[in-house]
């Protein structure tokens, strides 16, 4: 005998009640008599309990269920019809507000990279959570406390609305994924979209009202469906059988990152007599300006204003000069950067003669690019997707910021009165120029090298325009800086050494060396630039050559590696390898320059299409973040063994199929069984129960099992003990 009811109210005909997962709540239309009716919809709707029992097969007694309208029937002597619905009908009308650990910047704090010099300090802000968006405001919020909080106020709302206490609210399943970061997550809006918003932040979380009404939030990962339908079928529904996934599972999984790769390009001036060749595809850029003129000529081909051309072609451009009568040259400019000597305004005052010319701007456009702006060679602009000024190792792991772009380079400092006065006390020479030999004299740029006092910005990104800006002291004792040494002219130091007469002193002691700026000492030779000179500069770029995956990385992973959990049918993955490409919003594979390396880093970008992704542990001695530390990045190794389990554990061998069982009192949800469907049929009264398992599942997000330490790093976590 099969009874069903309502608070001891009969049911009439066919019954459906469905335990299903999500915050939609399940809605049902019942059959009782018209007297029934009127005793359940009077008043305010209060929580229930829907009875079904089935002779053999027990009772069940589904609690928290509301009866919320009677709806128009078969006819007007037919049973009346009851709209009924689980305590999740409630939600939409409560409205959650809350903000879970919000980040602030409360300062600031200096970061210096390892050897380098305080110049080159990095400020960046100093981050905590906001206290009121703590726990108590003291705790940082964590996925179980973040829950409970949900829970809190699924029971004010249904407590505030029937007047009594409510069934509770069941978060255990939060201790399994207590890992996960909760970070800057603002919760505002209906409840119901609040929990589905909060449970998307947790993978593999769901929630269903139990029979007893409780709020249950379970694991869909945890495989709990196998317990749940181990009864038998009733003929002619269907079934659910083990089924193997071993041909579709994969053999192996190719993890593909796109790549960040360090270039290191060089420009030199090899002086009087000297040779700066170089190379048509190597590594280099070109000391370059904008035309300042309406338009000049090169080649036969008008450039109009704007256009980057290097600084000797402007020079053959713009023809001779009203002040010697030939073409400007590199050592007219050597001397003429000098300060004091008021060379330049020599210029400027005979062009003001020419009507054709605007020689005051084309004097400005060299003082303002001489020796510090560049374009990469157009070869490797032709291959690059993207260019930025900054290193890929990361310096502030809480928000991801990349160490500067180094500039290594001989430069000045202008003395000051600040200076020249330490520089007396100190029973220095009291020069009024001190010359900083920065450029690694051997021409090699190694870990431990340390790079000049200045700052390296891209100006045009599309065209590979970058510009050193020389820094000043960090004490400021010195007026400003020169973006070469100084030297008398003729005596053509080496670059990386520090030059033998460095300009004038007041020291008498110095015979080949004048006493000031605009005085020509014995030597007779003026004080200029250095006539050698170099200069290079390390940017961050990512292949757009090769256009097709030879340009990735590829961190392959075998199912039988130590890091993937076990699962069913783990020893037998017989299907083919699947790629799976991480967004480099995730993290990318980070090549650092290493001079020893040069041609195999050059390599990412000169690789063929068609050549395939490139083997992580193949070129392992090149990339910084293979298994990574905070400031190389996350490991790449780590994220793709966490997105090769996402993947496997899809695939696992598991119960698929659909089918209906005799009444089964204890089925609930579970694992991927997220919906039990009790029935009694209106004609016979048969109770049945209903499961459906799907034969895809879809992968969990790789949160679920990256370790911690990686997750703090792509998430950018504040560490919670500040």
Same mark, same amino acid.
């Given at each position: ?31 009782? @008599? ?29 609690? *928290? ?7 128009? /029937?078969?006819?007007? *002597? ?24 919000? @980040?602030?910047?409360?300062?600031? !704090? ?73 970070? %800057? ?11 589905? =918003?909060?449970?998307?932040? #947790? ?43 071993? &041909? ?34 190597? #590594? ?24 980057? #051309? ?23 400019? =050597? ?49 690059? &997707? ?42 220095? %020479? ?26 390296? *910005? ?54 080949? &060396? ?20 170099? !200069? ?12 097709? !995956? ?23 993955? &017989? ?36 050549? /395939? ?65 009790? *029935? ?43």
């Amino acid at each position: 005998m099969t009874i069903a009811n309502i608070n001891g109210h009969e049911l009439l005909n066919a019954v459906d009640w469905q335990l299903t997962s999500g915050t939609s709540p399940f809605v049902s239309v019942v059959e009782v @008599t018209p007297d029934a009716a009127g005793a359940l919809t009077g008043g305010r709707a209060t929580p229930l309990s829907l009875t079904i029992a089935a002779e053999g097969h027990g009772k069940r007694e589904f609690k *928290s269920v509301y009866v919320l309208q009677q709806v128009p /029937g078969a006819g007007p *002597s037919a049973p009346a019809r009851l709209v009924v619905a689980d305590r999740r009908w409630l939600w939409p009308s409560y409205h959650f507000k809350r903000s879970f650990n919000m @980040t602030r910047e409360v300062g600031t !704090k200096r970061l210096v990279a390892p050897n380098q010099l305080e110049e080159n300090v990095q400020l960046e802000p100093d981050v905590v959570y906001q206290p009121w968006s703590l726990l108590g405001g003291v705790r940082a919020w964590t996925p179980k406390t973040m829950l409970q909080s949900l829970a809190a106020a699924i029971e004010e709302c249904e407590s505030g609305f029937t007047g009594k206490s409510v069934a509770g609210v069941d978060v255990a399943v939060a201790d399994r994924i207590e890992g996960v970061p909760i970070q %800057d997550i603002e919760l505002d809006g209906p409840l119901d979209e609040c929990i589905e =918003r909060a449970m998307g932040y #947790l993978p593999g979380v769901s929630l269903y009202v139990d029979p007893s009404g409780v709020v249950r939030f379970y694991d869909t990962a945890d495989q709990g469906e196998r317990a749940v339908v181990k009864a038998d079928p009733i003929f002619g529904t269907g079934y659910i059988a083990e089924t193997s996934f071993a &041909r579709l599972r994969p053999s192996a999984i190719r993890v593909l990152f796109d790549v960040k790769v360090e270039l290191c390009f060089r420009w030199q001036d090899a002086g009087p007599g000297g040779t700066s060749a170089v190379a048509e595809d190597g #590594l280099y850029a070109d000391n370059v300006a904008p035309v300042p003129d309406p338009t000049v000529t090169v080649n036969g081909q008008p450039q109009p204003t704007g256009t980057w #051309l290097r600084l000797e072609t402007l020079y053959t451009a713009w023809g001779s000069n009203p002040l010697t009568g030939a073409a400007l040259t590199t050592q007219d400019v =050597r001397i003429c950067m000098v300060p004091y000597l008021d060379m330049w305004s020599r210029f400027v005052e005979a062009g003001l003669a020419v009507p054709d010319a605007d020689w005051a701007s084309r004097i400005a456009c060299v003082q303002t690019h001489f020796r510090q702006t560049f374009q990469i060679n157009r070869r490797w602009m032709d291959r690059i &997707r993207e260019l930025r000024a900054e290193r890929v190792g990361t310096i502030n792991p809480e928000r991801g910021t990349r160490g500067k772009a180094p500039v290594y380079s001989d430069y000045a400092y202008l003395s000051s009165q600040r200076s020249q006065t330490l520089e007396v006390a100190g029973s220095q %020479d009291g020069a009024y120029i001190v010359n900083v030999a920065a450029y690694p004299s051997d021409d090699v740029i190694g870990t431990n090298t340390r790079a000049a006092a200045a700052t390296l *910005s891209v100006i045009d990104a599309q065209q590979g325009v970058l510009s050193i800006d020389f820094l000043a002291d960090r004490f400021r004792v010195y007026e400003s800086a020169l973006p070469s040494q100084v030297e008398m002219d003729g005596d053509n130091t080496t670059p990386g050494s520090s030059p033998t007469n460095p300009g004038p002193t007041p020291y008498l002691g110095f015979s080949t &060396r004048p006493i000031g700026w605009d005085m020509i000492g014995r030597s007779g030779s003026l004080p200029a630039l250095c006539a050698r000179d170099k !200069k290079a500069f390390i940017v961050t770029a990512v292949p757009g050559s090769p256009n097709d !995956k030879a340009g990735l990385v590829a961190v392959e992973i075998k199912p039988t590696d130590t890091a993937i959990p076990n699962f069913p049918g783990k020893n037998a993955c &017989r299907g083919p390898v699947m790629e799976i490409r991480i967004s480099p919003s995730v993290e990318t594979a980070r090549v650092p320059w290493q001079d020893q390396f040069a041609e195999q880093i050059a390599g990412f970008f000169t690789r063929k299409a068609g050549d /395939g992704p490139m083997a992580a542990q193949d070129i392992s001695n090149l990339i910084m973040n293979l298994d990574g530390e905070p400031t190389a990045g996350a490991s790449l190794k780590g994220i793709a063994q966490a997105a090769a389990a996402a993947l496997w554990l899809s695939f696992r061998d598991r119960p698929v199929g659909t089918m209906q069982t005799g009444f089964n009192a204890a089925a609930e949800p579970a694992g991927n069984l997220s919906t039990v469907a009790h *029935s009694i049929a209106a004609d016979s009264g048969v109770v049945t129960t209903g499961y459906s398992l799907p034969d895809r599942i879809q992968p969990l997000d790789v949160n679920r099992y990256l370790s911690e330490g990686v997750k703090r790093i792509i998430h950018r976590t504040v560490n919670p003990g500040q």
